[in-house]
């Protein structure tokens, strides 16, 4: 069972062994824990509630629309001046990396989805459970 659940254990004791790095730096006290502890885990759940909306694939045709093409800084302003004329936009390579320059909407689903982080619910699991804890914590500290 420990197996299937690492990722959420290992998340939890990152956000822990975080707080007390700065407990060690602030001075221990129950207040400061609790606080401390709330801030990182506010945090993290911040960052994993970002990467989860991401991978959801929210601003999939947002950043097609910019990343669609390399050449181009903006669509008007063009990273560099090739010294080919390019006609073709299936068969446009970039000449120092040999990477394709025009993209496909499917290749840009597939590139993200192959980017998807496959723990990202676990992670998020711990940074809600470490906020209700925090939460009781402090009720119970007033």
Same mark, same amino acid.
């Given at each position: 069972m420990l197996q299937k659940y690492h990722i959420f254990l290992k998340s939890t004791l990152w956000m822990?062994?975080? !707080?007390?790095?700065?407990?060690?730096?602030? &001075?221990? !006290?129950?207040?400061?824990l609790i606080n401390t502890l709330f801030l990182v885990s506010l945090f993290f759940f911040c960052v994993y &509630?970002? @990467?989860?909306?991401?991978?959801? &694939? +929210? #601003? %999939? +045709?947002?950043? %097609? !629309?910019?990343? @669609?093409? @390399?050449? %181009?800084?903006l #669509?008007?302003?063009p990273k560099y001046w090739s010294i080919k004329d390019t006609k073709d936009r299936n068969n446009d390579y970039d000449e120092e990396t040999g990477e394709k320059i025009y993209h496909t909407f499917e290749e840009f689903y597939e590139y993200k989805q192959s980017q998807k982080w496959d723990d990202i619910n676990q992670l998020l699991w711990s940074t809600i459970i470490i906020l209700a804890f925090t939460f009781i914590l402090s009720f119970l500290y007033i």
């Open positions: 822990t062994s975080l !707080s007390c790095f700065f407990l060690l730096w602030q &001075g221990f !006290s129950t207040i400061n &509630g970002f @990467k989860w909306i991401i991978d959801q &694939g +929210t #601003f %999939y +045709t947002f950043e %097609y !629309s910019w990343q @669609k093409t @390399k050449r %181009y800084v #669509f008007f302003l």
